[in-house]
């Protein structure tokens, strides 16, 4: 991704297939992993006078239903994060290099952050629509876990009693988080390696004198950086996905919203923020790592700008 050179055959199928495998893989992996940090995130958002902190929050899940509660939604994470990645890292590819063809070489380095924003934006949308379906039975299981036993019976039972609405009722609150983490998370790790990339060449060691290993590592910190940036600025977001899978929405996704942030307080839009942080900012690092490891193992680099 960042300080790749220039990939000089245009974007086919067969290279934006290669971008999505990796990002789902990535996407998969990282959100998989997590998922007990998740599971306690969430309950701290849901319930938040049960569990005082991401500490307590381990403790009394595990004393009261169990340590396999902490793997409660792996299913739906795991599916619904591998779709996510894929048409967030293969769009994102796409769109990186369209928006750039359209304003020239010149613009496009001028002008970077601005297409890797629009870029992110834009390829975080159609990724969305894919994720928000599992992401509704994930946190109705994770909040509710009497509400089914496995997530094709919590998507067949939102289904039946809310209708299809009922998977999507999620979707204004996972653009309004997943949006603004997804270009903050692509800007911030962009810049954050190209600032890097630099420093290192101006002590003498260029990029293309580094090992894969030495790449990585840049990926690696860079990613932690981004991640870190991403999760504050997509936390009030999130705490109100968290609680629209539990709101009644008769009047409206927009009043349910409405009522959620009156509820809260700004304070309470930030529940759980530290746990957040750390999550994210560890799967966004694992992410870039896979993502780009994969990329070096297929012998792609970004598209052409």
Not at 83 to 109: I, P, S
Not at 231 to 238: K, M, R
Request: a positive charge.
């Amino acid at each position: 991704m960042a300080g790749d050179a220039p990939n000089t055959n245009p974007l086919s199928m067969n290279l934006f297939l290669k971008y999505g495998m990796a990002g789902a893989l990535g996407c998969s992996i990282t959100h998989s992993a997590v998922v007990p940090l998740d599971v306690v995130k969430t309950r701290l958002q849901t319930n938040p006078g049960k569990y005082g902190g991401m500490v307590s929050g381990f403790k009394t899940i595990i004393k009261e239903e169990g340590a396999g509660m902490l793997l409660q939604g792996l299913g739906p994470t795991a599916v619904g994060y591998a779709l996510q990645g894929f048409f967030k890292f293969g769009f994102y590819e796409v769109f990186k290099k369209t928006y750039g063809d359209f304003v020239g070489a010149e613009n496009a380095a001028t002008y970077r952050m601005g297409i890797w924003l629009a870029a992110s934006a834009t390829a975080e949308t159609i990724a969305d629509i894919a994720l928000c379906p599992n992401e509704a039975c994930r946190i109705r299981l994770v909040a509710e876990p009497a509400f089914a036993k496995s997530p094709v019976e919590a998507f067949g039972k939102i289904l039946k009693q809310e209708g299809i609405m009922g998977l999507y009722k999620g979707l204004p609150p996972i653009l309004l988080k997943q949006v603004p983490y997804t270009m903050a998370k692509f800007a911030v790790y962009e810049f954050t390696a190209e600032s890097v990339y630099k420093q290192l060449e101006k002590s003498g060691l260029s990029k293309d004198k580094m090992t894969d290993g030495q790449k990585l590592s840049v990926s690696l910190g860079s990613g932690v950086v981004s991640g870190v940036v991403a999760a504050i600025v997509s936390q009030p977001a999130d705490t109100i996905l968290s609680k629209i899978n539990q709101e009644k929405t008769d009047g409206g996704i927009s009043k349910a919203i409405g009522n959620i942030i009156r509820r809260l307080g700004f304070s309470g839009l930030f529940l759980g923020v530290g746990t957040r942080c750390f999550m994210v900012g560890t799967l966004t690092a694992g992410q870039f790592f896979i993502y780009d490891g994969i990329k070096q193992m297929l012998g792609i680099t970004a598209a052409k700008k």
